[in-house]
């Protein structure tokens, strides 16, 4: 198993411009977290989804938009870069059964650095 | 919202010596996990404690989960280079409107001198 990818590992992009960081996993994991990562600072979520077809907004949403067409993919699209964006971005999946929510350990990609100038 | 703080935000510390960090939580939790992130890597789970009290030990790591269930501490005894890198608590609190979300503390950075 590769566990979790993400592509690209690094990206340079202009203010304003648009990107999607994809994200696969091949657990057969329903839930599915895009976090960032500023420098020095802990995970902030960004979105998360609990099975194909289901996204909510976690803490930071705004300037992002996430998509779960299919149980392995979980692209995050941000629309109009700004320098705020800049981070390091983490995906992630979890199993989880009933209501335990994400009471199981996250599984984390190796992230995607961004720089937006 | 709910929050997670951890102290120190950093440690130095000789090789050999102990390492604590400590989390806090604003408010009560389901449970907490662990994890360790090495420098310019991505988290790893190291482990989750969902009772009350709940003491966990992983060869010279032990982990503690309070009575009130708001707080947590990972205690390194000896500590090694291999050690070195941040650790970040997360926690999933009872009263969670979104049962699924974990808040993730800012992290201790852990440097061993050799």
């Known amino acids: 198993n590769a566990g979790v990818t993400q592509t690209p590992k690094f990206r340079i992009l202009k203010i304003g411009q648009s990107m999607t960081l994809q994200c696969t996993q091949d657990m057969n994991h329903n839930y599915m977290y895009w976090y960032r990562q500023d420098p020095g600072m802990g995970l902030k979520l960004i979105y998360y989804s609990v099975g194909a077809g289901i996204t909510d907004k976690g803490e930071v949403p705004n300037g992002y938009n996430v998509s779960r067409s299919t149980t392995e993919d979980f692209p995050l699209r941000l629309e109009l870069a700004a320098p705020s964006q800049t981070s390091v971005y983490f995906c992630a999946s979890s199993y989880s059964t009933g209501t335990s929510g994400g009471s199981y350990e996250q599984y984390f990609g190796p992230g995607t650095r961004l720089t937006v100038t | 919202g709910q929050q997670v703080m951890q102290i120190p935000q950093y440690q130095h510390v000789q090789e050999g010596e102990d390492f604590t960090t400590y989390c806090n939580s604003s408010?009560?939790?389901?449970?907490i996990q662990w994890y360790k992130q090495r420098p310019g890597g991505h988290p790893v789970f190291l482990i989750q404690l969902v009772k009350s009290g709940e003491v966990k030990k992983q060869k010279r790591l032990t982990f503690q989960f309070g009575e009130a269930k708001k707080n947590s501490s990972l205690h390194i005894t000896a500590t090694q280079t291999t050690d070195v890198g941040t650790y970040f608590c997360a926690g999933r609190p009872v009263s969670s409107g979104s049962a699924r979300q974990l808040t993730f503390g800012s992290g201790t950075q852990l440097t061993v001198l050799p």
């Open positions: 408010t009560t939790l389901s449970n």
